[in-house]
C-alpha cells in the first residue's frame, strides 16, 4: 500500500512539474500580462496573464507567460468579448464601429434576413468579427405580400422602399390563409438554412392575424427553433405596448420554445417595471424568456413605420419636436414630417420616447441582456457609406457606435451591480439564449482556458460611448476599449482598428440539406 501511494503522490509532483514546465517553455502567439481577467459564467475576478495560441484561450494563470505578441494589460479589465444580438448595421462601415465598441460577435436576430444563406454569401471573407441572423418574418411577408425579394440584405438593398411601389402590402394588410403557408414554408426554409431563430418584428405590422403567429410559434417547437421579437404596438394607450409583450410571451409560454423581447422600454415604456417583472416571474415559472434593452432614452426607425400612423401623438406621448431626421439633425414639423413620410418612407429618424428613470431599470436588471439595436449608418443623402469612411461622416442613433461603451459607463457609475454581472448581461447571457442552436456559441462568451479567444480589453476608468446625437457625432467610435481579439486575431490595437482584417466566422444554427 505504501509504496502505491508513493507512486501516486510522486507521479502527481512529476505531472504538475511537468506542467509547470510546459507553460513556461510555451511561447503563446499571443500573451496578454496583468489583465484583471473576469470570466461572468464562474464569477472569476483575478489578475492574470491569458496565453492565446491559434484561436483558442490556452491558459489563464497567475504565473508569467510568454508570447510571440505581447500586451501588458495593467488597469485594464479582460472581459469576454461582446455579443450583441441586435446589430441590423451589417454593413462594412457599421460593423467597424461595433468592433470598436468592444463587439466580436454581430448577429441581427430582430429583423434577421431571408433567404437566410444569401446573407451568409454575402458576409463571407467580410466579418471583422463574427457574424449571423435569425429567419426574417417580415422578409417572407415582402415576398409573399409584396413580391420583393430582400436577397438575403433586406436592409441595406432598400428592398422596403420596394415595397412602396405595392403599397406596403407586407405591413398594412392580413394575409390569406394560402399566404400563410407560403410565408410558413419560406420560415421553415429558413430555419433549414441556419437562420438563428425566427425574428418576428411584428410592432412593423401589427395588423398581422394572430393565428399566423401561432403557426410561428408552432414551427419553433417543431424544428427547435425560438422566436425573437419586436412586439406589436409602441403605445401607452390601449392596445398597449404592454399588451403586444404579453402576445409573444403568452406564445412562448404555451409552445415552450424561448423568447427574445428586444428592447423591452421602447414598447413598455412607462410599464417597463411592470413588463420586467412579467418576465421575471414567467422564467420562475419555467418559462425561457430573456428581455434586452439598448442604454439610450431615445430610439430610431424609418420614417413610414407604423408607429407613426394617425393618431401618434396620443398613442406615443410624442409631437413632432421629439422627432430628428436622421440625415441633417432636423428637427421635425407638421410639414416635414409628412413630406418625408411621403418622399423618403424608409429614412431613419430619431425619437425621443423612453423615461431615463426605465430606461436605468432595464440597465441594471441582472438578467435584462444589452443589444444596440444599430442601424446602417448612411451618408447625408441615405446612401451606405465604405469600410474606409471616416468617423462621424455616418448619420443615424449614436447606439450603433457607442451602446457597449455608455452601457459600461453608466452601469459602473451607478454601482449596484458587480463587474461580472454587468459582463454577463454583454456575452454569457446572450450565449445562453442561442447555445441549442448553434452549440459552439459554448466556446464564447466566457474567459476560460478551451474557449475561442474572443477578448475585449477595457480601461474601466475612461470607457464611454462617445457618439451623440448631434451631426457629426453620431458615428464616433467609443472610448477606452484598447484592445479586441476574435479569433485569436487582434483587430483593435490601442484603441485603432486594425486595417484589412476579416477573422470573423458565420455563427449558424444547423444547416438542413434537403
Ligand atoms: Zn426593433
Given at each position: 500500500?505504501?509504496?502505491?501511494?508513493?507512486?501516486?503522490?510522486?507521479?502527481?509532483?512529476?505531472?504538475?512539474?511537468?506542467?509547470?514546465?510546459?507553460?513556461?517553455?510555451?511561447?503563446?502567439?499571443?500573451v496578454i500580462s496583468n489583465a484583471r481577467v473576469i470570466d461572468p459564467e464562474t464569477g472569476f475576478d483575478e489578475v492574470s496573464n491569458?496565453?492565446?495560441?491559434?484561436?483558442?484561450?490556452?491558459?489563464?494563470?497567475?504565473?508569467?507567460?510568454?508570447?510571440?505578441?505581447e500586451i501588458n494589460a495593467n488597469g485594464l479589465?479582460?472581459?469576454?468579448?461582446?455579443?450583441?444580438?441586435?446589430?441590423?448595421?451589417?454593413?462594412?462601415?457599421?460593423?467597424?464601429?461595433?468592433?470598436?465598441?468592444?463587439?466580436?460577435t454581430q448577429l441581427d436576430l430582430e429583423a434577421g434576413a431571408l433567404p437566410v444563406s444569401k446573407f451568409y454569401d454575402y458576409k463571407k471573407g467580410k466579418g471583422i468579427s463574427n457574424y449571423g441572423v435569425s429567419v426574417g418574418h417580415a422578409f417572407a411577408r415582402t415576398v409573399v405580400l409584396d413580391g420583393v425579394d430582400s436577397e438575403g440584405i433586406g436592409?441595406?438593398?432598400?428592398?422596403?422602399?420596394k415595397t412602396g411601389v405595392t403599397g406596403n402590402k407586407w405591413a398594412s394588410t392580413q394575409a390569406t390563409d394560402a399566404q400563410l403557408d407560403e410565408i410558413d414554408k419560406l420560415v421553415i426554409q429558413g430555419i433549414n438554412e441556419g437562420g438563428i431563430g425566427i425574428g418576428i418584428m411584428v410592432g412593423y405590422y401589427k395588423d398581422a392575424r394572430s393565428d399566423g403567429l401561432v403557426r410561428i410559434a408552432k414551427i419553433a417547437n417543431e424544428y427547435n427553433s425560438f422566436l425573437t421579437t419586436h412586439t406589436r404596438f409602441l403605445s401607452l394607450s390601449?392596445?398597449?405596448?404592454?399588451?403586444?409583450?404579453?402576445?409573444?410571451?403568452?406564445?412562448?409560454?404555451?409552445?415552450?420554445?424561448?423568447?427574445?423581447?428586444?428592447h423591452v422600454p421602447t414598447n413598455a415604456l412607462t410599464d417597463t417595471k411592470i413588463v420586467l417583472d412579467m418576465i421575471d416571474t414567467a422564467n420562475k415559472n419555467n418559462g425561457k424568456i430573456t428581455g434586452e434593452m439598448f442604454p439610450y432614452d431615445r430610439g430610431s426607425t424609418f420614417i413610414a413605420t407604423e408607429i407613426l400612423s394617425e393618431g401618434w401623438q396620443e398613442r406615443t406621448g410624442m409631437?413632432?419636436?421629439?422627432?430628428?431626421?436622421?440625415?441633417?439633425?432636423?428637427t421635425l414639423t407638421e410639414e416635414t414630417f409628412n413630406k418625408y413620410r411621403k418622399e423618403r418612407p424608409e429614412g431613419y429618424f430619431i425619437m425621443h420616447h423612453i423615461k431615463e428613470k426605465d430606461m436605468m431599470l432595464a440597465l441594471i436588471h441582472p438578467n435584462i441582456i444589452i443589444g444596440s439595436d444599430g442601424m446602417v449608418y448612411t451618408d447625408d443623402k441615405g446612401q451606405l457609406l465604405s469600410e474606409d469612411a471616416e468617423f462621424g461622416l455616418g448619420r443615424g442613433h449614436p447606439r450603433g457606435a457607442g451602446s457597449?461603451?455608455?452601457?459600461?459607463?453608466?452601469?459602473?457609475?451607478?454601482?449596484?451591480?458587480?463587474?461580472?454581472?454587468?459582463?454577463?448581461?454583454?456575452?454569457?447571457?446572450?450565449?445562453?439564449?442561442?447555445?441549442?442552436?448553434?452549440?459552439?456559441?459554448?466556446?464564447?462568451?466566457?474567459?476560460?482556458?478551451?474557449?475561442?479567444?474572443?477578448?475585449?480589453?477595457?480601461?474601466?476608468?475612461?470607457?464611454?460611448?462617445?457618439?451623440?446625437?448631434?451631426?457629426?457625432?453620431?458615428?464616433?467610435?467609443?472610448?477606452?476599449?484598447?484592445?479586441?481579439?476574435?479569433n485569436g486575431q487582434i483587430v483593435v490595437e490601442k484603441g485603432v482598428l486594425i486595417k484589412n482584417t476579416y477573422p470573423g466566422e458565420a455563427i449558424r444554427g444547423m444547416v438542413v440539406n434537403n
Open positions: 500500500m505504501k509504496s502505491i501511494k508513493i507512486i501516486i503522490v510522486s507521479s502527481i509532483i512529476s505531472i504538475l512539474l511537468v506542467n509547470c514546465g510546459e507553460k513556461k517553455d510555451i511561447k503563446y502567439d499571443i491569458i496565453g492565446i495560441s491559434g484561436k483558442e484561450i490556452k491558459t489563464i494563470t497567475s504565473e508569467k507567460i510568454s508570447g510571440k505578441k479589465i479582460a472581459a469576454p468579448g461582446f455579443i450583441d444580438h441586435h446589430a441590423h448595421g451589417q454593413d462594412p462601415y457599421s460593423t467597424k464601429l461595433g468592433v470598436l465598441d468592444g463587439k466580436t436592409l441595406l438593398n432598400h428592398s422596403l422602399e390601449q392596445p398597449s405596448g404592454t399588451l403586444g409583450i404579453q402576445e409573444m410571451i403568452s406564445l412562448s409560454t404555451s409552445y415552450n420554445v424561448p423568447l427574445l423581447v428586444h409631437d413632432y419636436s421629439d422627432l430628428q431626421w436622421a440625415e441633417t439633425g432636423e457597449y461603451g455608455a452601457y459600461l459607463r453608466l452601469a459602473i457609475d451607478e454601482g449596484s451591480l458587480s463587474m461580472a454581472q454587468i459582463l454577463a448581461k454583454t456575452s454569457y447571457l446572450p450565449t445562453n439564449l442561442i447555445e441549442d442552436i448553434v452549440p459552439s456559441i459554448k466556446k464564447r462568451g466566457r474567459l476560460q482556458e478551451g474557449a475561442y479567444a474572443d477578448i475585449t480589453l477595457f480601461n474601466p476608468n475612461t470607457v464611454d460611448g462617445v457618439a451623440g446625437y448631434d451631426i457629426g457625432t453620431s458615428s464616433l467610435p467609443s472610448k477606452g476599449f484598447e484592445y479586441v481579439i476574435v
